[in-house]
């Protein structure tokens, strides 16, 4: 989790006293490289236990949980902000 935190450190901005803005490599424009790396990052720290779904919540969280239902070789699901 090091290399995300020297990404925010690098090009996040902080807006107010809680509100870190991530748009540049998160939300409005995704680094797939930087996704990749979290998500088999995440997929080695939760290797031990048997995780058959990675969840998450719409927006922020989809592009990393992904790459780590990917490297986990799991469906991924996505809780919805509103009912469609």
């Given at each position: ?11 996040g901005?902080?807006?107010g006293?809680?509100?870190?803005k ?11 490289e ?11 720290a939760?290797a031990?236990y048997?995780?058959d779904?990675v969840?998450?919540?719409e ?25 469609p």
């Amino acid at each position: 989790m090091k290399l995300l935190e020297q990404r925010i450190q690098k090009d996040g901005r902080v807006l107010g006293d809680d509100i870190l803005k991530v748009d540049t490599f998160l939300n409005h424009q995704v680094d797939p490289e930087l996704m990749q790396d979290l998500g088999e990052a995440f997929a080695q720290a939760f290797a031990k236990y048997k995780i058959d779904k990675v969840v998450t919540v719409e927006s922020s969280g989809i592009a990393p949980a992904l790459f780590t239902g990917l490297a986990l070789h799991v469906p991924v699901i996505f809780a919805r902000k509103i009912n469609p």
